[in-house]
């Protein structure tokens, strides 16, 4: 069963705007942790930000926010303020116990100027 | 400054050949992971390692071996057996074991070609 969901086709933002890239998930588990990672064309993968399942606030950090929605299952990043080094994929990934990190299969962003 | 080298960043071989990627960390990391992505796909994980000397197989382990003699080292054996090599491969590691919110750290890949 497919445990996260990454639907969006390639997302376009103007620079300066923001912009909010989906995620859903599929979990009966209550405990578990939710990430987001850059990949920028260069290949590595830069760890954003954390959101864990018992959290009571969104998580922020910097420019990138998470819009947590746990009755929906949904945990959707937020970028505020685009800017053209935001342009990359996009990767959500769920941990639960007892597994190891799983990832959705990305969206691509691409900011114009 | 602490990180993951992985090396080389582009890698060629004949099909038939074993090859092996190297994955060197200094974060004082206990598990390390091996990750491979193809094109409009995810990460899936291949093998991973919480401690010396011991490591689990991942998803889609067959085609692949590796060894974790160092806690800084975690070499991938793409094996002749794997029968479709070619893809983009990322080493990851963190602290101990696996916690909510210790967030991977990656290297930055290497891409193996096969022909």
């Known amino acids: 069963a497919q445990k996260i969901t990454q639907t969006q086709p390639g997302m376009f933002v103007q620079e300066k705007e923001a912009v909010t890239l989906d995620c859903t998930y599929d979990?009966?588990?209550?405990?578990?942790?939710l990430f987001w990672y850059k990949q920028p064309s260069s290949g590595e993968m830069i760890f954003l930000i954390y959101?864990?399942?018992?959290?009571?606030q969104n998580a922020t950090e910097g420019r990138y926010s998470l819009n947590f929605q746990k009755a929906r299952k949904s945990a959707n990043l937020v970028i505020s303020a685009s800017q053209l080094g935001d342009s990359a994929m996009y990767f959500c990934?769920?941990?639960?116990?007892?597994?190891?990190?799983?990832f959705g299969k990305g969206i691509t962003l691409s900011v114009r100027p | 400054d602490g990180g993951i080298t992985q090396s080389p960043k582009y890698l060629f071989r004949k099909e038939g050949q074993n090859v092996t990627l190297s994955c060197e960390q200094n974060l004082n990391h206990d598990a390390m992971y091996w990750y491979r992505q193809d094109p409009g796909q995810g990460l899936r994980l291949i093998y991973y390692?919480?401690?010396?000397?011991?490591?689990q197989k991942g998803d889609i382990a067959e085609g692949y071996s590796v060894s974790r003699e160092k806690k800084e080292s975690f070499p991938l054996t793409v094996t002749s057996a794997q029968k479709n090599p070619t893809a983009f491969y990322l080493c990851?590691?963190?602290?101990?074991?696996?916690?909510?919110?210790?967030?991977?750290?990656f290297g930055n890949g290497t891409r193996l070609t096969v022909t």
């Open positions: 959101q864990g399942s018992y959290d009571q």
């Open positions: 390692s919480q401690i010396v000397n011991d490591f």
């Open positions: 990934a769920i941990d639960l116990w007892g597994s190891k990190l799983t």
């Open positions: 979990t009966s588990d209550p405990s578990y942790g």
């Open positions: 990851a590691s963190t602290q101990g074991e696996s916690d909510y919110n210790s967030p991977l750290h």
